[in-house]
């Protein structure tokens, strides 16, 4: 470990082996977690952890993700607006300064900013790999070997998150492929790499290993780049993709991998030489590097989770309070990645709210809230859910899909727009690429899911999150008047299609019942 994350210990009080909140991992959820049980409770809390405080998020996937994808975005603007497009030119993004930032972002690895907030906050870290031993007591073993017993007097959270599944293909493990967090934190740039997945992470990726350089090709098993979304969503990246020169082979996979020369270079390195890998249609590529981005495997094995009844492995099940399940006595919880309910930072922090209040509550004797909207019951993970995608154009997404939306029995409504029609979006550049689309409960005439992709979309995500969380009626959306010229009018164009599309069907209904 690099940075402050060497030490064993970083207290208000090291001379102890009691907490009242004890969490394991100190990601994102994790760090919420604890100071949500503690803040106003005064509760003591602790959170163990084994690698760096801050978590996958802030170190090997959103934050240095995010990083990179900015310089890709306003180049991508810049070349789209005459007046800069001259100054700009051909000229590719400086790798090198691009790879700089990142680094700043990330700290260099070094997560003391971290650990001060924490113990400013008044809560505890403690390093080491942690291990459930009975219910509120934990074994952590340190770096140099050492071990201590750690109780909890009231509650245990695992917060431990996930890591990037290698799937049973014949030569892949063996080849050393890059996951997430080498191409996150890539400090060779490969001259080709093939990406396997068609998700989130693979099309990020995607995005901006071509514009540092490298030569794309993306293998994904189903019939369209990020199948969770609605479908347009898929074929309009899969067009910029061709425009940016990223491969893109759709309904195939990866049927096996050889590299000769295979080496332990470090994360982000190239890990040996070029690779060959065959298709299942029997199509053979050469490529310098290999990213694996077919999902994600809960970190809990090694938790101890058996000596508590559980099994041992997999993502850990919950109710709405993040209480865990099968577990008798309430004072085990799981938030973030590890419970498997949406695998998002800012859904894994929400969760970790809900529990550490719930566990305050608990802790005091207050009963827990049971009115609708209440701050003691998850929400948001059945079908509320907000998500944005930086590509190159962004994708912003909230609750249902229309699929979904019929899955679930609900009378569907659905109304879609061309973003490119907007004034806002035509100011912001000449090649606008885009597309809208509200998903309704026709019966409640409310939104239950939207779908945004374009440039400026990311902050157009939590108007569309309010409204699906609190269900406002069209009639009420009518009067929320969007700001002119910007991206926020696509609220107002949905709603005049919407408004169109209605009145066309009551006029046939009419002509009909003559």
């Known amino acids: 470990m690099s940075g402050s994350s060497s030490g064993r210990v970083a207290s208000v009080d090291p001379d ?28 003591s809390t602790v959170i163990i952890e084994n690698e760096l405080l801050g978590g996958e998020c802030s170190y090997w996937a959103c934050m240095p993700s995010k990083g990179m994808l900015r310089p890709v975005e306003l180049l991508s603007a810049a070349r789209a607006l005459p007046g800069v497009r001259e100054l700009v030119g051909d000229r590719p993004l400086d790798a090198a300064a691009v790879l700089g930032r990142r680094d700043v972002i990330v700290k260099n690895h070094d997560d003391g900013s971290q650990v001060a907030w924490a113990v400013g906050a008044g809560i505890d870290v403690v390093r080491g790999n942690a291990r459930l ?8 073993t340190h770096a140099d070997g050492t071990v201590r017993a750690i109780t909890a007097r009231h509650a245990v959270v695992l917060a431990t998150g996930s890591r990037a599944a290698i799937p049973p293909v014949p030569g892949l493990a063996p080849a050393r492929p890059w996951t997430s967090r080498d191409v996150t934190n890539m400090h060779d740039i490969p001259g080709s790499v093939l990406i396997m997945g068609g998700g989130v992470v693979a099309c990020e990726a995607a995005t901006w290993l071509a514009a540092l350089g490298a030569e794309v090709t993306v293998v994904e098993m189903s019939d369209r780049l990020l199948g969770r979304n609605e479908p347009f969503v898929g074929a309009l990246l899969g067009e910029r993709f061709a425009g940016t020169g990223v491969t893109v082979h759709l309904s195939t996979t990866v049927a096996s991998v050889e590299r000769a020369e295979v080496n332990a270079a470090g994360t982000g390195r190239l890990h040996g030489g070029p690779l060959t890998v065959t298709l299942a249609s029997g199509e053979t590529l050469r490529v310098d590097e290999l990213v694996v981005a077919v999902g994600r495997r ?55 709210r809900i529990a550490g209040e719930v566990i305050a509550a608990r802790a005091q004797g207050v009963p827990l809230e049971t009115v609708p909207y209440n701050r003691h019951t998850d929400l948001a993970d059945h079908g509320l859910v907000p998500q944005v995608t930086f590509t190159d154009p962004e994708i912003g997404s909230v609750g249902l899909t229309e699929q979904q939306a019929r899955d679930a029995g609900l009378d569907v409504e659905t109304v879609e727009y061309d973003l490119a ?14 597309r809208a689309k509200l998903v309704l409960d026709r019966a409640a005439d409310v939104v ?62 009419l002509v009909a019942a003559r």
């Open 16 to 43: 102890r082996d009691e907490w009242d909140v004890v969490v394991v991992g100190g990601g994102a959820a994790g760090e919420n977690a604890a100071q949500y049980a503690s803040q106003f409770s005064g509760l």
């Open 421 to 434: 029609g907007l004034s806002g979006t035509y100011v912001l550049r000449d090649d606008y690429l885009g």
């Open 298 to 352: 809960a970190n809990s094995d090694g938790l101890g989770l058996e000596e508590v009844g559980l099994p041992g492995t997999g993502f850990v099940g919950v109710d709405d309070q993040f209480e865990v399940l099968g577990v008798a006595g309430r004072w085990l919880y799981a938030v973030g990645d590890v419970c498997g309910r949406s695998l998002l930072t800012h859904m894994g922090k929400y969760q970790a």
């Open 448 to 509: 239950v899911g939207a779908t945004f992709m374009g440039a400026g979309v990311a902050e157009l995500t939590h108007s569309a999150a309010m409204a699906v969380a609190a269900r406002v009626p069209i009639s009420v959306l009518w009067h929320v008047v969007p700001s002119y010229p910007t991206v926020s009018e696509a609220w107002l164009r949905l709603l005049e299609a919407l408004h169109a599309d209605r009145t066309k069907r009551r006029s046939a209904s």
């Open 133 to 140: 031993t009975r219910p509120r007591s934990l074994r952590v």
